[in-house]
C-alpha cells in the first residue's frame, strides 16, 4: 500500500512538473510587472525595475510547492530594453532551477512626443535545471524499476519569444514560452509519457481608463494561456484600481482564473464528477517614492482541495534610472501606469 501511494505521488509530482515547465504563471505579473511572463516588456516601463517575489502554498501541508524570483530590467538605449531573471521552483520531489536573459527592441509607430504608440519584439535565452528526488519513494518491499533511489537531474536550453503593442491605454501581449521541442535524457523512463513540445502561448490584453480628476484609474484585463501538449486552458479574468497621492501610487485588486480542463473526482464512492481548478485572488500594493510593495493572496474554490489554506505571494521591488531616459518617456501622457511605474 506504502508503495503504491509513493508511486501515486511521484506520478502526481511529474503532472505537476509537466504543467508547470519552466517558470511557473501565477498572478505574479499582477504584483511584479509584465516583464515576468512577456520577455518583449522589456525596458518597457518608464524607469528600471528590480522584483523580488515569494510564493508559497498550503502553510499546513509538508513540502508544499514554493517560488521565489529575482529580476532585473531595463532600457540600455533608447529603443532597446534588456533584463535578467532567476527563479527557483519547488514541489515535493519536484524542484528547478532557472535563469533568463532578455532582449527587446522598441519599435516607436509616432513621432508625437508624449504619445505611447510601440511595438516591442523580444526573445529570452533560459537554462534550466529540474530535479526529482526519489530517495524517499523507494520501498524494499516493492521492487519498481522506474524507482532508482536517486537525485534525478537534467539541465538543458530553452527560448521565449513576445510581441507586445502600446498604444496609449491598451496593451496587447503575445508570448510562445518553451518554444524549443527538448528531450530529457536522465528522465527517459517517462519518454512515452512526457512530450518533447511543452510549449505554452500567452495572450494578455488590457486597457486602463481614468476615473474623473481625483487620481484613479481602472485597469480591466484578461490572459488566456494554453498547453496544447496537455490539453490544458487558463483564463484569468482581471480588475486593478490605481490611486495617485502626492507622487506616491496606491494600488490593488482582483483576480479569478479557471482552467478549462476538468478533473474527474468521485464522492460517495460511486458519483464521479468533474472539478475544474478555479481560484480568485485579491491584492494590494504601493509604490512609495522608488519603492514597491505588495501582498496577494489566492484561495481555491473548489469543493475537493488540498488545504484551506490558501496561497501567499510577497512582492518587493525598486524603481531607478528613470532620469536617464529622454525627456518625453519620463512620462506619457495616457493613464498606463503599468507602463509608468
Known amino acids: 500500500m506504502k508503495a503504491k501511494i509513493s508511486l501515486l505521488v511521484f506520478f502526481c509530482i511529474f503532472q505537476l512538473a509537466l504543467s508547470q515547465e519552466g517558470l ?4 505574479d505579473y ?6 515576468l511572463i512577456h520577455p518583449s516588456m522589456a525596458g518597457a516601463a518608464s524607469s528600471n525595475q528590480i522584483r ?6 498550503w502553510f499546513d501541508v509538508q513540502d508544499a510547492p514554493t517560488l521565489a524570483t529575482a529580476s ?13 531573471l532567476a527563479f ?18 522598441h ?14 519584439f523580444g526573445a529570452s535565452g533560459a537554462i534550466i535545471q529540474q530535479k526529482i528526488d526519489e530517495r524517499d519513494l523507494v520501498n524494499p518491499r516493492f521492487n519498481d524499476p522506474a524507482i532508482t533511489g536517486n537525485i534525478l537531474a537534467d539541465t538543458y536550453f530553452d527560448t521565449d519569444f513576445g510581441v507586445s503593442y502600446l498604444n496609449n491605454d491598451f496593451f496587447l501581449h503575445l508570448t510562445i514560452k518553451n518554444a524549443l521541442s527538448i528531450s530529457k535524457q536522465r528522465f527517459n ?21 481614468g476615473i474623473g480628476s481625483n487620481g484613479f484609474s481602472f485597469e480591466p484585463s484578461f490572459l488566456y494561456l494554453t498547453t496544447p501538449s496537455i490539453n490544458e486552458q487558463i483564463v484569468d479574468v482581471n480588475a486593478k484600481i490605481y490611486k495617485d497621492l502626492n507622487g506616491n501610487k496606491f494600488w490593488g485588486g482582483l483576480s479569478y482564473r479557471v482552467n478549462f480542463e476538468g478533473t474527474p473526482i468521485t464522492t460517495n464512492n460511486e458519483t464521479v464528477e468533474e472539478q475544474r481548478f478555479q481560484t480568485i485572488s485579491p491584492f494590494i500594493g504601493v509604490n512609495y517614492r522608488n519603492f514597491v510593495f505588495a501582498y496577494t493572496y489566492t484561495n481555491q474554490l473548489n469543493e475537493v482541495t488540498i488545504s484551506n489554506a490558501g496561497f501567499h505571494q510577497i512582492t518587493l521591488g525598486y524603481n531607478f534610472g528613470a532620469d536617464s531616459y529622454r525627456g518625453a518617456e519620463k512620462r506619457w501622457n495616457c493613464n498606463c501606469p503599468a507602463i509608468n511605474d
Do not use: C, H, K, M
Not at 89 to 102: H, I, K, L, W
Open 189 to 209: 523512463v517517462f519518454t512515452n509519457a512526457e512530450p518533447e513540445s511543452q510549449r505554452r502561448l500567452i495572450s494578455t490584453v488590457g486597457y486602463t481608463l
Open 52 to 57: 523580488l517575489t515569494g510564493r508559497s502554498q
Open 30 to 35: 499582477l504584483t511584479s510587472s509584465w516583464y
Open 72 to 84: 532585473i530590467n531595463g532600457r540600455i538605449r533608447n529603443n532597446i530594453g534588456a533584463g535578467v
Open 107 to 120: 519599435l516607436n509607430l509616432t513621432s508625437r512626443q508624449l504619445s505611447l504608440n510601440r511595438l516591442i
Open 88 to 105: 527557483s521552483d519547488t514541489n515535493g520531489n519536484f524542484s528547478q532551477n532557472g535563469f533568463y536573459a532578455t532582449f527587446a527592441y
Open 24 to 27: 511557473p504563471t501565477y498572478q
